[in-house]
């Protein structure tokens, strides 16, 4: 147990509850031999109708305080600047934010069961106008945890202490140490496994590349034994035809020389005829 932690939740609950519940978390802390602390939240005031109306927005619509903060750093800047074009627009918006969001606060409230008198809604108006002007209002309206309203009068360190509970503390909801590393922790996790997917994609997409080159080399190997089957028949077939013209020279040859042959008989048989049948008319 810790101020922080009362603090936040004391601020968080419904007015009727809060003196019970300090006392009770007082006691907690003297018993557990923290006299300090149980002092310390003793000390924690219950907070005014408007100042629990703001506490119950910012912890509930903290996205339209967070809106009416950022309005209000531009509001500050464009005074800085004297732009009066953006200060007159600003201002336009900063009517419509407040009275917006006052209104919300004022719903809230009712949906719990406490009505909103219009006193009391233009001390929710005067705080969110402080918010909007000076830095230090707005940091306490951020905290969720107001004890009374504000106005817009200029804000120090010391008169923190008199509008917050705990002003050192952070705001409800904002992460603890042990968050922080936690959050990094994690965010270091998904990082890394980000990477992990990155890296099994990009394997995934190199294995798939890889596997695209082998069946195309594997289709352009089994190309290239087709055409050599298709070369080595050819050559075979052309062998095969050269065997067969050779026998047929071969052949041809053989029948010239028999042919040749026969001629030169004949030639010499058809002298010997003519000799023969000189000597014949001679008798």
Do not use: C, N
């Given at each position: 147990?810790?101020?922080?932690?009362?603090?936040?939740?004391?601020?968080?609950?419904?007015?009727?509850?809060?003196?019970?519940?300090?006392?009770?978390?007082?006691?907690?802390?003297?018993?557990?031999?923290?006299?300090?602390?149980?002092?310390?939240?003793?000390?924690?005031?219950r907070?005014?109708?408007?100042?629990?109306?703001?506490?119950?927005?910012?912890?509930?619509?903290?996205?339209?305080?967070d809106?009416?903060?950022?309005?209000?750093?531009?509001?500050?800047?464009?005074?800085?600047s004297?732009?009066?074009?953006?200060?007159?627009?600003?201002?336009?918006?900063?009517?419509?934010?407040?009275?917006?969001?006052?209104?919300?606060?004022?719903?809230?409230?009712?949906?719990?069961?406490?009505?909103?008198?219009?006193?009391?809604?233009?001390?929710?108006?005067?705080?969110?106008?402080?918010?909007?002007?000076?830095?230090?209002?707005?940091?306490?309206l951020?905290?969720?945890?107001?004890?009374?309203?504000?106005e817009?009068?200029?804000?120090?360190?010391?008169?923190?202490?008199?509008?917050?509970?705990?002003?050192?503390?952070?705001?409800?909801?904002?992460?603890s140490?042990?968050?922080?590393?936690?959050?990094?922790?994690?965010?270091?996790?998904?990082?890394?496994?980000?990477?992990?997917?990155?890296e099994?994609?990009?394997?995934?997409?190199?294995a798939?590349?890889?596997?695209?080159?082998?069946r195309?080399?594997?289709?352009?190997?089994?190309?290239?034994?087709?055409?050599?089957?298709?070369?080595?028949?050819?050559?075979?077939?052309?062998?095969?035809r050269?065997?067969?013209?050779?026998?047929?020279?071969?052949?041809?040859?053989?029948?010239?020389?028999?042919?040749t042959?026969?001629?030169?008989?004949a030639a010499?048989?058809?002298?010997?005829?003519?000799?023969?049948?000189?000597?014949?008319?001679?008798?």
């Amino acid at each position: 147990m810790d101020l922080a932690a009362v603090a936040d939740e004391l601020y968080g609950l419904d007015p009727s509850a809060f003196t019970t519940t300090r006392d009770a978390r007082a006691r907690e802390a003297r018993a557990a031999g923290d006299r300090e602390l149980a002092e310390a939240i003793k000390a924690l005031r219950r907070p005014s109708l408007a100042a629990w109306a703001l506490d119950l927005l910012a912890r509930e619509r903290r996205e339209e305080v967070d809106r009416l903060l950022a309005l209000g750093a531009q509001l500050r800047e464009a005074q800085q600047s004297l732009s009066g074009d953006a200060l007159r627009a600003l201002g336009r918006q900063r009517h419509q934010v407040v009275a917006g969001i006052a209104a919300q606060a004022r719903r809230l409230a009712a949906d719990r069961g406490h009505d909103v008198s219009d006193a009391v809604a233009r001390e929710v108006e005067d705080t969110l106008e402080a918010a909007l002007a000076d830095p230090a209002a707005a940091e306490a309206l951020g905290t969720g945890r107001l004890v009374r309203p504000m106005e817009h009068r200029g804000f120090g360190g010391d008169d923190l202490a008199g509008v917050v509970a705990a002003p050192d503390a952070p705001p409800p909801g904002a992460p603890s140490r042990q968050d922080e590393v936690e959050a990094a922790e994690e965010e270091a996790a998904a990082e890394a496994t980000r990477r992990r997917r990155e890296e099994a994609e990009a394997a995934a997409r190199a294995a798939a590349a890889a596997e695209q080159e082998r069946r195309a080399a594997a289709e352009r190997a089994s190309a290239a034994r087709r055409h050599r089957q298709a070369a080595a028949d050819a050559v075979a077939d052309l062998e095969q035809r050269l065997e067969v013209a050779r026998r047929d020279l071969d052949g041809a040859e053989t029948a010239v020389r028999h042919a040749t042959q026969a001629a030169d008989d004949a030639a010499r048989a058809a002298r010997e005829a003519r000799a023969a049948a000189e000597d014949l008319a001679e008798r």
